[in-house]
């Protein structure tokens, strides 16, 4: 938590510091050793290592599930930007929307919106950049959530960048057009910004994120009652993921999701 604390502040160094000495002395439960690995990535960028930062960004996708992988995800989007690989940038920040979507929890919508601002301005999509960042502006005057100080210096030169190639009165019509969007309204933008790279509606890649992670949970021999409390929702939620599960895979029992699943891993 002081790790993550220190680079919310802007201090990557002091990030660095703290993280890693939790990893040695805290036990490695599910929950502290998130807090512990989490800005390990984002201060690796900071410090210009991208090598060490996709490894850490790994590692964290890797050991989270849930809300915590939903933050992973936009972390390793922002190191991909970083060792200039839009394709996997966008996987992850797509996947990470599309996690926030399905769980109704926006406390890092703005900054996957930021994210993805940055990844299509980069392929001329400049007017839709600056919706986005009008959208992701509006999302924090309502909700209060303000963007990590460290990354601030970054995000004032990319918006530059946008409003100097737009202009500054188309800039500002496409800020206004997106900061108008309700969230609903906005991740609806967002998400149908993915075109002909959307999801397919059946087979193993059509799954999402979290139910991906209800099918992880149920192979580990969880009951419906357990994944729910791994995942923080109630039963009822999870034998609603998995009914799209099976739907999806064309199955009918956990033995099949099982098999099925030893196939993809």
Same mark, same amino acid.
């Given at each position: 938590?002081?790790?993550?604390?220190?680079?919310?502040?802007?201090?990557?160094?002091?990030?660095?510091?703290?993280?890693?000495?939790?990893?040695?002395?805290?036990?490695?439960?599910?929950?502290?050793?998130?807090?512990?690995?989490?800005?390990?990535?984002?201060?690796?960028?900071?410090?210009?290592?991208?090598?060490?930062?996709?490894?850490?960004?790994?590692?964290?996708?890797?050991?989270?599930?849930?809300?915590?992988?939903?933050?992973?995800?936009?972390?390793?989007?922002?190191?991909?930007?970083?060792?200039?690989?839009?394709?996997?940038?966008?996987?992850?920040?797509?996947?990470?929307?599309?996690?926030?979507?399905?769980?109704?929890?926006?406390?890092?919508?703005?900054?996957?919106?930021?994210?993805?601002?940055?990844?299509?301005?980069?392929?001329?999509?400049?007017?839709? &950049? @600056?919706?986005?960042?009008?959208? #992701?502006? !509006?999302?924090? +005057? $309502?909700?209060?959530?303000? /963007?990590?100080?460290?990354?601030?210096?970054?995000?004032?030169?990319?918006?530059?960048?946008?409003?100097?190639?737009?202009?500054?009165?188309?800039?500002?019509?496409?800020?206004?057009?997106? &900061? @108008?969007?309700?969230?609903?309204? #906005?991740? !609806?933008?967002? +998400? $149908?910004?993915?075109?002909? /790279?959307?999801?397919?509606?059946?087979?193993?890649?059509?799954?999402?994120?979290?139910?991906?992670?209800?099918?992880?949970?149920?192979?580990?021999?969880?009951?419906?009652?357990?994944?729910? &409390?791994?995942?923080?929702?109630?039963?009822?939620?999870?034998?609603?993921?998995?009914?799209?599960?099976?739907?999806?895979?064309?199955?009918?029992?956990?033995?099949?999701?099982?098999?099925?699943?030893?196939?993809?891993?």
């Amino acid at each position: 938590m002081l790790g993550l604390a220190a680079f919310a502040a802007g201090d990557p160094t002091a990030a660095r510091i703290a993280s890693e000495k939790a990893l040695h002395h805290r036990v490695p439960e599910r929950e502290p050793l998130t807090l512990s690995l989490a800005p390990l990535a984002e201060v690796a960028t900071a410090c210009g290592e991208p090598a060490e930062a996709r490894r850490w960004a790994d590692t964290v996708v890797s050991k989270t599930s849930y809300w915590h992988l939903m933050r992973a995800l936009g972390t390793r989007a922002r190191v991909a930007l970083a060792q200039g690989e839009p394709q996997k940038a966008e996987r992850d920040v797509y996947d990470a929307l599309a996690m926030a979507t399905d769980m109704q929890a926006h406390l890092m919508t703005p900054d996957l919106f930021e994210t993805l601002a940055m990844l299509v301005a980069r392929t001329g999509g400049e007017r839709e &950049a @600056a919706r986005l960042y009008g959208a #992701a502006h !509006a999302m924090r +005057q $309502r909700t209060g959530v303000v /963007r990590f100080k460290i990354g601030d210096g970054e995000y004032l030169q990319h918006v530059k960048e946008v409003r100097t190639t737009l202009g500054d009165n188309d800039f500002e019509m496409a800020w206004d057009e997106g &900061a @108008a969007l309700s969230t609903e309204e #906005a991740l !609806a933008y967002a +998400q $149908r910004g993915r075109g002909e /790279r959307k999801r397919p509606a059946s087979g193993w890649e059509s799954l999402t994120p979290t139910e991906r992670d209800v099918v992880r949970l149920v192979c580990d021999g969880l009951a419906n009652r357990e994944v729910a &409390a791994q995942l923080f929702v109630s039963p009822r939620t999870v034998q609603t993921h998995l009914t799209h599960v099976y739907t999806k895979l064309g199955l009918t029992s956990r033995v099949q999701l099982v098999q099925e699943a030893a196939r993809h891993t």
